[in-house]
């Protein structure tokens, strides 16, 4: 049984490589932060996997990390959304009707 | 009793890694950021659920299978309020970021029904030109 979850827990390492590359070349920075979203969660899952292999039957102390990696997660996903929230500066290059055009911020 | 425990177990990591290799597969190749955000919040939400319904399941094994722990309920516990914190948190996390890209104006791969959040009707139906005959509104 421990040789299913360390598998499982490295075939879901090896499945966040494609979101790394999301995270890399996102053309907005929506992208980004939904990668890093996502990336996120999928540790707090990890920390789980981790601590039910862990010897000693530490699974508890691991559990708590989960929980207050996914909140900690989730509060950081959110203040990335009130940040971004009509703050002009998610997309490269914007182009609204009936404004002038300006440089994009990076 | 211990084995059927762990069959559920298997079965229930193993659907999650499918799903999230769904969501990957989705937050890889969607043409636009919203179907993306819809691939990820999706999938990334029904993955964990059942990975982590998965470990409690085995962790609800392990007290069966003798030496009864108060703490192993607990953990088994604490993985149902993370199931939970997940199923509220996830999809409120997807929708105020789709939120914020829609407010600053990033534009949507359009189908043939148009805009549909737009305000002013002529956006409303900038992507798809004449609507279907049968839907008209």
Redesign the interface.
């Known amino acids: 049984?421990n040789y299913?979850?360390i598998w499982?827990g490295l075939?879901?390492l090896v499945?966040?490589i494609?979101?790394f590359?999301?995270m890399n070349a996102g053309?907005?920075a929506?992208?980004r932060?939904?990668?890093v979203?996502?990336i996120g969660?999928?540790t707090?899952?990890l920390l789980?996997f981790v601590g039910?292999i862990f010897p000693g039957n530490r699974?508890?102390m691991f559990?708590?990390f989960?929980?207050a990696y996914?909140?900690l997660n989730?509060l950081g996903?959110?203040a990335?959304?009130?940040y971004?929230?009509?703050?002009?500066?998610?997309?490269g290059e914007?182009d609204?009707e009936g404004e002038a055009e300006e440089p994009a911020i990076e | 009793m211990t084995t059927i425990i762990n069959i559920v177990s298997i079965v229930l990591v193993l659907s999650g890694l499918v799903f999230f290799f769904g969501a990957v597969v989705g937050m890889v190749r969607f043409p636009d950021v919203y179907t993306r955000m819809h691939a990820a919040g999706k999938g990334d939400t029904l993955s964990s659920l059942l990975v982590v319904l998965g470990f409690m399941v085995y962790q609800l094994g392990r007290i069966h299978g003798g030496e009864l722990m108060w703490t192993d309920l607990l953990v088994a516990i604490k993985l149902l309020a993370i199931c939970a914190f997940i199923m509220l948190t996830s999809p409120t996390a997807t929708h105020a970021l789709m939120d914020a890209g829609y407010e600053d104006g990033i534009e949507p791969v359009l189908g043939e029904d148009g805009d549909a959040l737009s305000r002013d009707q002529d956006t409303r139906r900038k992507g798809g030109g004449e609507p279907k005959p049968n839907r008209t509104s």
Do not use: C, E, Q
């Open positions: 049984m299913f979850f499982s075939v879901l499945m966040m494609p979101l590359y999301r053309p907005t929506l992208d932060i939904v990668a979203n996502m969660t999928k707090a899952i789980v039910t699974v508890g559990v708590d989960a929980l996914g909140l989730f996903s959110l990335a959304a009130r971004f929230h009509r703050s002009r500066a998610v997309a914007i609204v």
